[in-house]
């Protein structure tokens, strides 16, 4: 035998390690982090275009509402202070941001310890340095103290409001804020403060929930919704989206067609992330702040989702201007049009007013 050829090994030669092959996910992938390619856009770059044109929302981002519109309303000009309150994903914050310079200041606030790092480093790499931009986390409550924090006592000269939820927190089955994919029953914007959807109906009365139901998702079924939840709390309390889901559709009458049952559905998750989030309690102090929150002329916008939201901001405008807070008020809502809707679905339901201080 050739020693050259086929030479013997030695103590310093090291084995061959066997490294296993990725497991092949399947062509339907199951989790949320497998199952959609714009999730790594850099990966995948002409997925993002890809969804869109196909009047989607790439999951894991959220398409902006009304910008044109809300842009026209508030009129934002360079130089100005501007709270977008409601950063997102950062879609209005940047058009906002765009107006008011140079020399102008945005302050944008989210109460989505998640998603605002993550909003506010994009931004940051795109140009919006410290400078012009500040993020602060906190709801729509604490914009007062936002703005005393920010030195602007004085008031600012443009607040934007955004009242609908973000697609990055529908799409996350981990959130619970979606029956799409299961996940726990959660529908915190802060999973760090507050009780769970779970918590929260392991502990409600059978007859608030009803009245809840119907006040926060306008359900004409609220009653026996609330009568059939009650009964599997008592048996197996529902710990996911998906039993939630179930249960609710096993309380509608037989007669209704699918999509109707489907979307009692949404107005039940609806009605229920609602009162965990306390939206309603939030916004009511958001729209008693304006007051000492805007500057002389200046201008506030709100984009809401539901008529509960709606009528709270219809009213306060009104009697704004009753009262003389206000020296103008939109007469009526603007809505998105038919092109906005055709290529975005989720914008069907925005209704966007306005209003100008004395």
Same mark, same amino acid.
């Given at each position: ?66 910008? *044109?519109?809300? %842009? #026209?309303?508030?009129?934002? +000009?360079? /130089?100005?202070? &501007? =709270?977008?309150?409601? !950063? @997102? ?54 914009? *007062?103290?936002? %703005? #005393?924090?920010?030195?602007? +006592?004085? /008031?600012?000269? &443009? =607040?934007?409001?955004? !009242? @609908? ?194």
């Amino acid at each position: 035998m050739n020693s050259e050829t086929n030479p013997a090994p030695t103590e310093a030669s090291e084995p061959v390690l066997h490294k296993r092959r990725p497991r092949y996910r399947g062509k339907n992938p199951r989790r949320f982090e497998d199952k959609y390619k714009e999730l790594n856009a850099e990966r995948y770059p002409g997925e993002v275009a890809k969804v869109l044109a196909s009047g989607k929302t790439p999951a894991g981002q959220h398409v902006p509402i009304m910008v *044109a519109e809300v %842009l #026209a309303c508030l009129q934002p +000009q360079p /130089g100005q202070r &501007v =709270v977008d309150c409601t !950063l @997102g994903y950062g879609g209005h914050s940047r058009a906002l941001w765009q107006a008011i310079q140079p020399d102008g200041h945005l302050l944008s606030l989210d109460a989505d310890p998640i998603e605002i790092g993550r909003t506010e480093a994009r931004l940051r790499a795109a140009g919006m340095t410290q400078l012009s931009f500040t993020t602060r986390r906190t709801n729509f409550a604490g914009l *007062a103290r936002a %703005l #005393a924090d920010q030195g602007w +006592q004085d /008031g600012v000269d &443009v =607040v934007f409001a955004d !009242l @609908g939820l973000s697609s990055m927190q529908i799409d996350n089955p981990a959130r619970g804020f979606t029956f799409k994919q299961d996940g726990p029953l959660d529908m915190r914007m802060n999973p760090e403060r507050g009780q769970s959807a779970a918590q929260f109906l392991a502990n409600i009365a059978k007859d608030q929930l009803a009245d809840l139901l119907y006040e926060n998702g306008d359900e004409l079924h609220a009653a026996q919704i609330a009568q059939r939840i009650w009964q599997q709390q008592r048996q197996t309390p529902l710990r996911s989206t998906r039993a939630l889901a179930q249960c609710v559709r096993e309380s509608l009458p037989n007669r209704m067609k699918p999509e109707e049952v489907e979307s009692s559905v949404r107005r039940v998750f609806q009605a229920i992330r609602i009162a965990v989030n306390e939206e309603f309690g939030a916004l009511d102090a958001l729209l008693r702040a304006l007051p000492a929150a805007l500057r002389s002329g200046g201008r506030v916008t709100f984009l809401s989702f539901h008529s509960g939201e709606d009528r709270r901001v219809k009213k306060a405008f009104q009697e704004g201007l009753r009262t003389g807070l206000f020296r103008e008020v939109s007469d009526d809502i603007l809505r998105p049009s038919l092109e906005e809707q055709r290529a975005n679905p989720r914008s069907s339901p925005a209704k966007l007013r306005w209003a100008v201080k004395a």
